[in-house]
């Protein structure tokens, strides 16, 4: 089974950057549609971006278009989540899954803290 690492959150100063890992830890990862999504303090886990298998096409939730970035890099097993011009509002735990979403992919995360 494939196991999903997320890593390179941190507390950040709002107008600020991030970029986040996720490495998988089979090849079955390269084969598959992947997604970021994230769970704010008090609230539900919603979705942030998803990223075709081969890389050809991405979507955006509509609160953070235009400010992140997905991507993938299929021979390293990883795909990444570029964050610019962090809002306080982005403050949340990361997660990266396929997409659809799977309960047995889901990971520890990783915590994203901005500050205003």
């Known amino acids: 089974q494939v196991q999903l690492v997320e890593s390179g959150g941190g507390l950040v100063q709002a107008g600020g950057s991030l970029r986040l890992s996720c490495v998988a830890s089979?090849?079955?990862?390269?084969?598959?549609?992947m997604g970021w999504y994230r769970q704010a303090p008090g609230k539900q886990r919603e979705w942030v971006a998803t990223?075709?298998?081969?890389?050809?096409?991405?979507n955006y939730a509509d609160s953070v278009k235009g400010r992140i970035t997905i991507s993938r890099d299929n021979p390293k097993n990883t795909m990444y989540l570029q964050m610019n011009s962090l809002k306080p509002e982005d403050t949340a735990v990361y997660y990266c899954?396929?997409?659809?979403?799977?309960?047995?992919?889901w990971g520890q995360g990783t915590q994203v803290t901005v500050s205003s």
């Open positions: 089979a090849t079955g990862f390269r084969l598959v549609n």
């Open positions: 899954n396929r997409a659809p979403a799977q309960d047995t992919y």
């Open positions: 990223i075709t298998w081969d890389g050809s096409s991405t």
